[in-house]
């Protein structure tokens, strides 16, 4: 991890409900990540304006890492996996061993006017994942340099 990167914490759904899929993901940001995530969030908000029907951008973007078994990650409690606690950075939290990280395909970036989540699927299925977003203001706090949450 750079320097000027933190740690997200990010809840992250699933679309079939009887998958073993992740349930936490751990977005790795930083000031220059964060400044091209609201400049392309400024473009998605000057794109709508002429279009109201376009919604998003999406681009590939691998600076997530879906974890399996979040309870076994050292660093990280139950507690900040719950609902509440995620979408706060976690800069003390050790990388996850490779073993607890799950093989992600197709991993993007989905950037709107207000926030940006993750999509990927796990390797070789046809099994989305989608995590909880991290929204502009927060970037913005990240390009900044200051704390955030």
């Known amino acids: 991890m750079k320097k000027d990167q933190i740690k997200i914490l990010l809840k992250v759904n699933c679309d079939d409900e009887f998958a073993d899929a992740p349930t936490l993901a751990i977005a790795e940001v930083g000031r220059m990540d964060a400044e091209t995530l609201i400049a392309y969030s400024s473009k998605v908000k000057t794109l709508r304006k002429g279009d109201g029907d376009i919604y998003s951008l999406e681009k590939w973007d ?10 076994k990650v050292n660093g990280i409690t139950m507690e900040q996996v719950d609902e509440a606690q995620c979408g706060t950075p976690v800069e003390a939290t050790p990388y996850p061993m490779p073993s607890l990280v799950e093989a992600v395909d197709c991993q993007t970036a989905v950037i709107t006017e207000n ?25 913005r706090a990240i390009a900044k340099g200051q704390k955030i949450g």
């Not at 926030?115 to 970037?139: D, H, P, S």
């Open 115 to 139: 926030a940006v989540y993750w999509t990927g699927y796990i390797k070789n299925t046809g099994v989305k994942l989608t995590t909880g977003e991290i929204t502009v203001r927060q970037l």
């Open 62 to 71: 691998t600076s997530c890492d879906y974890v399996k078994s979040p309870e």
